[in-house]
Antibody, heavy 121, light 108 residues
């Protein structure tokens, strides 16, 4: 079964750090670009960061640039998001999502169940 | 950045109704548009990609159309399981694959 499973969320104080993980299974992880997308409580979806299959290309939303770092370990079929200098506005459910092939128009065809990050004192 | 505006933001309908949701892009994106369905507490699910291609396993009552700046998602006959929030996403401007603000479809 094709699957993405996030972990690492929790409660953290403003200014703190957290590292999210996303474990992939059921597909050739090293062949796909991956993304983090977040959703604040009661709000819409916001793309956060993307990383190409070989980590050659990495991009961030302006809202997290300089604070978040995306990485991946293809040998471990895992995606990561290191979040530093966290702010209250980073509170959200964080999803990892696979960017499909050109055959699916580059849409995000597989999503994890999400992990909640709460930034509060 | 490309902005996406969905209308309406809220939609109330009954089982069996035909409903249409519109997504407008601030600039032309060819057919690089996807639609997702999200139910409360769940991850988004890909419904349609390339503006009009149904993802495998998605019921045929869902359809998408459009190109350039205006796109629509149509559900031909609403089923109880279709009540959810729907998002469009543009895939023209990599990697800033922005989402629309969402349309919440509620039971009348």
């Amino acid at each position: 079964e094709v699957q993405l499973v996030e972990s690492g969320g929790g409660l953290v104080k403003p200014g703190g750090s957290l590292r999210l993980s996303c474990a992939a299974s059921g597909f050739t992880f090293s062949s796909y670009s991956m993304n983090w997308v977040r959703q604040a409580p009661g709000k819409g979806l916001e793309w956060v960061s993307s990383i190409s299959s070989s980590s050659s290309y990495i991009y961030y939303a302006d809202s997290v640039k300089g604070r978040f770092t995306i990485s991946r370990d293809n040998a471990k079929n895992s995606l990561y998001l290191q979040m530093n200098s966290l702010r209250a506005e980073d509170t959200a459910v964080y999803y990892c999502a696979r960017k499909g092939s050109r055959g699916t128009g580059d849409a995000f065809d597989i999503w994890g169940q999400g992990t909640m990050v709460t930034v509060s004192s | 950045d490309i902005q996406l505006t969905q209308s309406p933001s809220f939609l109330s309908a009954s089982v069996g109704d035909r409903v249409t949701i519109t997504c407008r892009a601030s600039q032309g994106i060819s057919s690089y548009l996807a639609w997702y369905q999200q139910k409360p507490g769940k991850a988004p699910k890909l419904l349609i990609y390339a503006a009009s291609t149904l993802q495998s396993g998605v019921p045929s009552r869902f359809s998408g159309s459009g190109s350039g700046t205006e796109f629509t998602l149509t559900i031909s006959s609403l089923q109880p399981e279709d009540f959810a929030t729907y998002y469009c996403q543009q895939l023209n401007s990599y990697p800033l694959y922005t989402f629309g603000q969402g349309t919440k479809l509620e039971i009348k």
